[in-house]
């Protein structure tokens, strides 16, 4: 019996945060094409996450590459089918890895970022202070952010993928003696845009997931100090949970238009 | 007689009620404030001070009741009015709340870029900064981040920030709690030297009877949501109801 009812309670809070969410969506989407337009602080914002993400977003990619080609070589080898590298590398970054792989580090990074910033202004009544100063705290800070991620996160994904192929370059430049001119030759010419576009449409979505569930979980916390690290713990979980939804719906629609 | 007609009610509240969930914080509340007056509003914690005063400047809905600011009917406001009238407002927050990715500066110049988007005139920020800081004897930490400031200098930037476009009310939230005993006292003599330059009408949440005996011309005992009673200072403190003694007493 209270089993049941915690099962209940909890699908109840669930399904009570789903719309919460979808009316904080909504709201942002209200408030973005409202004037005023706060662009000095949207830049401050794509400053903040785009050129501070860049570092982490390309150790990453970079790592992603050497990996992805060591661990694959062996396996082509046995095939004999080592010059298919160049094709399987890119296609599987472009298309999936890249995306998926960058959008959750920048959801660890930049998500939990947000829930922390905004859950401690909300704490320390700095929100309360905007407001009553005459200034749209919402729009302020959170079209601001979930636009800057929105804008910032496929520009990352770019670079992150960018990366990635040039670390399976080295890889297969030092151990197959595969020239730079003919690994890229190889890459553009197996890459299409039914691998391009998709996986960079998604990636706007990736980045909308990340500044709306961070701000939510930021802007609404309540519970003092202790809030503070559960909005930017559930920040996380939360959108990683979201982008891995968001990928299946985007492979699923992505195979009905271009029959991957 | 006619002299006490003459003053004006700058605040008034009427039956405000205020509840979360089956927790009824305000039960029919009520407060004026005259033009020029400082009311202190005592209480304990607990007793709905902060909602009441957060219900004032629009940060909370008021269940029921009346809350009007220069005939003003707060409660039934929009929101660009609301934004309107609370430029006549200072806000100094129990925690200081000053943005704290924010140079002491740009703290300052924050409500001034809103009330200039709004207003579409160029107030002189530069000037109206300094001068802020020079009645808060901060003009020395313009560039500092509040992070490098004292608890102290932090409140005394969050009462030059309240009070740079001048507002005609001033809400105290607490203002000397967590200072040290002189630090609290500077903040009473600042909150003093505020209210006869700007010619302000003042609310004070305080829990500090020395701030309500200096700084008091009225004080409204708040207990369980509800208006208990409301006298000076003198005749509060020689009351010799004992809900009235236990605030009173050392």
């Given amino acids: 019996m209270i089993a049941t009812k915690t099962i209940q309670d909890k699908m109840f809070s669930f399904f009570n945060q789903i719309g919460d969410i979808s009316f904080f969506a909504i709201r942002f989407f209200k408030e973005v094409f409202t004037k005023p337009f706060e662009w000095k602080e949207l830049i401050r914002q794509c400053y903040n996450i785009g050129n501070k993400s860049i570092l982490l977003v390309s150790v990453t990619g970079f790592i992603l590459g050497l990996v992805f080609t060591l661990q694959s070589r062996p396996t082509l080898m ?64 959170v079209v601001t952010r979930i636009l800057a991620t929105t804008l910032m996160l496929p520009l990352l994904i770019i670079i992150g993928d960018a990366v990635a192929l040039l670390g399976s370059a080295i ?47 930021g802007y609404n916390c309540a519970k003092g100090t202790v809030g503070v690290g559960e909005a930017s713990n559930a920040a996380v979980v939360y959108t990683s949970m979201l982008l891995f939804i968001i990928d299946f719906i985007a492979v699923f629609i992505t195979d009905i238009f271009f029959e991957v | 007689m006619s002299q006490e007609k003459n003053i004006k009610t700058v605040l008034e509240i009427k039956n405000l009620n205020k509840s979360f969930g089956d927790n009824h914080v305000l039960k029919n509340f009520n407060l004026k404030l005259q033009e020029g007056e400082n009311l202190v ?48 407002i200072g806000f100094l927050f129990q925690g200081s709340a000053l943005y704290d990715s924010m140079t002491v500066r740009e703290n300052l110049e924050f409500p001034l870029r809103r009330h200039n988007l709004k207003t579409k005139k160029d107030l002189n920020a530069d000037a ?36 740079i476009l001048k507002p005609k009310i001033m809400l105290y939230d607490e203002p000397t709690t967590g200072l040290d005993p002189i630090t609290a006292k500077e903040i009473i003599q600042l909150m003093r030297h505020i209210q006869t330059q700007y010619k302000t009408s003042s609310i004070i949440i305080t829990h500090d009877v020395d701030c309500a005996r200096v700084i008091s011309n009225r004080i409204l005992l708040l207990i369980d949501g509800t208006n208990y009673i409301e006298g000076t200072y003198s005749e509060l403190s020689n009351s010799t109801n004992p809900k009235v003694k236990a605030f009173f007493k050392n």
């Fill in chain 2, 128 to 163: 109206l900064v300094a001068e802020a800081l020079k009645n808060v004897g901060l003009s020395q930490a313009i560039d500092l981040m509040p992070v490098e400031l004292s608890g102290g200098m932090q409140r005394r930037v969050a009462l030059a920030r309240a009070l």
């Fill in chain 2, 41 to 88: 509003i005592m209480g304990k914690s607990g007793s709905g001070k902060s909602v009441m005063i957060k219900c004032l400047v629009g940060l909370m809905a008021a269940d029921s009741g009346s809350i009007k600011i220069h005939d003003f009917e707060i409660t039934t406001l929009g929101n660009k009015e609301l934004n309107v009238l609370r430029t006549e």
């Fill in chain 1, 171 to 217: 890889i297969e430049y030092l151990k197959g003696d595969v020239s730079f001119l003919l690994y890229f030759n190889k890459v553009f010419d197996a890459l299409q845009f039914s691998d391009i576009i998709p996986a960079t449409v998604k990636s706007f979505y990736f980045g909308f997931a990340i500044g709306l569930v961070g701000c939510y979980k």
């Fill in chain 1, 78 to 141: 046995e095939f004999g089918a080592e010059s298919w590298m160049p094709s399987m590398v890119s296609i599987s970054i472009v298309r999936e890895i890249g995306p998926v792989i960058i959008a959750l580090i920048c959801a660890g990074r930049i998500g939990s970022g947000i829930g922390a910033e905004l859950g401690s202004m909300k704490v320390t009544e700095q929100i309360d202070a905007m407001e009553v100063s005459g200034t749209n705290p919402f729009k302020y800070l």
